[in-house]
């Protein structure tokens, strides 16, 4: 799998090549600035971009950016950024066109190497993966909203899970419940968000974050 790195600090672009590499990815460019990743992503196409939000030269959100204008381009280039902060506008304005491929994850989800090189992977095949905390940010600036408000406990952890790019199975397994019962839950939600049931996992994720989105 063909991929992008942009990350600024030498020794931590180091760390993640020889972690991806070791992984089967094929990097097929390496670089620390905006204008850099700009130029890579036009000339290689990447099956998926690796990108640090803050990059030189301003150090405020360069690698946002060239993702944005390079999906601008190649609309659905996958792309997966990392932050040491959690910012919900980041977020939203990555999920804005609605492609799906994309991702968010603080970079300390680096340091669980299958968790970080499975979102690579979800990302990459157009799946969407958002971190934790970036989801929870979401629902608790959502919980206000009467529609939100009619959700159930369990509907909101499931809702959470859908977000963060998991399976039926995997919430299944995380709830100790049925994967029956993660369908009957996520039928509900989709139905008291007004958001139609979709047999694509992506479409279905990227509807509640774009609902989420919006409020």
Do not use: C, W
Request: proline share 4%.
């Amino acid at each position: 799998m063909r991929l992008v790195l942009a990350e600024d600090q030498f020794l931590l672009r180091e760390g993640l090549s020889r972690l991806l590499e070791l992984n089967g990815f094929d990097i097929v460019a390496a670089v620390g600035s905006g204008p850099e990743l700009t130029r890579a992503l036009a000339e290689h196409e990447p099956d998926v971009a690796l990108v640090d939000i803050r990059m030189p030269p301003t150090h405020t959100d360069e690698g946002l950016r060239a993702v944005l204008e390079g999906r601008r381009l190649r609309p659905g280039q996958p792309s997966l950024l990392l932050s040491q902060y959690v910012d919900q506008l980041y977020a939203q304005e990555l999920l804005a066109d609605g492609d799906g491929g994309v991702g968010y994850l603080l970079k300390d989800r680096v340091f669980n190497s299958d968790q970080f090189i499975s979102a690579l992977h979800q990302v990459a095949a157009g799946g969407t993966v958002m971190d934790p905390n970036v989801v929870s940010r979401m629902l608790s600036h959502s919980s206000q909203d009467q529609q939100i408000a009619r959700l159930t406990e369990r509907e909101r952890e499931v809702l959470g899970y859908m977000a963060e790019g998991r399976s039926n199975a995997a919430i299944a397994a995380v709830l100790v419940i049925t994967e029956k019962a993660v369908a009957k839950h996520i039928n509900s939600l989709l139905a008291k968000l007004d958001l139609p049931p979709s047999r694509d996992d992506n479409r279905r994720v990227m509807a509640v974050l774009a609902y989420l989105n919006r409020v």
